[in-house]
């Protein structure tokens, strides 16, 4: 009996310490599964305040792109479309040239409006933000993320038909006529051009044919415009939505 008590004793006294251990890492263990899961959620919400902000980002780079394609949709295209119907009958040979030289030539001109130098106006300054930091994963929205790529690609792609839709008749109008004056076109800036050789080439057989093509060409513009700009109005809305949702979820 006299030599067992000193080991139940060194028993005991192990035990608990082995519980004392126990319940010391449980404690540990459960602080750092704490402090890990306080860090995944502060660092969830910075990204969410992220997110939010880029999304902001994305709808004020939409609203530039909408700004510039209503603004052709609104002027620059009807301008175009009513040049070129004010020269058509003229250019056919249907009617004969007008007296008011400075309207007839400012029409030619005019109808040249989107095509000199085509351009698709795209603000990709978010997108090229995303792409270069690898923040494109703040947005969590699969369908979301997946829309908006497509909306650059999109215009990467409509881009290309444009130009590959483009014809002669800007250049030919550049070439007789001075663009840079398009607004403010008049006799006397025609001097050092010369009317006589500009009539000559716009009242040629050639040149009816590029008024053809123009015409098709700004029917294009019209509806590839129209369509992107529907395509942001309702990027802007779901954006819209989305950014209510997690600003009601911070």
Request: hydrophobic share 45%; aromatic share 10%.
């Amino acid at each position: 009996m006299l030599t067992g008590e000193p080991v139940n004793g060194r028993t005991k006294s192990l035990g608990k310490r082995i519980a004392w251990l126990f319940w010391e890492t449980l404690i540990i263990v459960v602080g750092v599964l704490i402090a890990l899961g306080l860090n995944d959620y502060w660092t969830d919400r910075q990204e969410r305040h992220l997110e939010v902000a880029y999304l902001k980002r994305f709808q004020a780079d939409l609203e530039s792109d909408r700004e510039w394609l209503s603004f052709y949709l609104e002027q620059q295209i009807p301008r175009k479309f009513a040049a070129l119907g004010a020269i058509a009958p003229i250019v056919r040979g249907q009617e004969p040239v007008p007296a008011d030289l400075e309207t007839f030539l400012l029409n030619v001109s005019l109808g040249a409006l989107g095509g000199v130098s085509p351009s698709f106006f795209v603000t990709s300054t978010t997108k090229d933000d995303l792409t270069a930091t690898g923040n494109f994963r703040l947005v969590q929205d699969v369908a979301l993320r997946g829309r908006i790529s497509q909306y650059y690609v999109a215009y990467a792609n409509n881009h290309k038909r444009l130009v590959a839709r483009t014809t002669g008749y800007p250049a030919t109008v550049v070439s007789v006529l001075p663009s840079e004056l398009r607004d403010k076109l008049d006799l006397k800036a025609m001097e050092g051009w010369g009317i006589d050789p500009a009539l000559e080439v716009v009242l040629s057989k050639d040149f009816q044919f590029l008024l053809n093509q123009e015409y098709n060409f700004a029917y294009f513009l019209d509806s590839l415009y129209s369509n992107q700009l529907q395509v942001i109005e309702e990027l802007c809305r779901d954006l819209e939505a989305h950014i209510e949702m997690l600003e009601h979820n911070l």
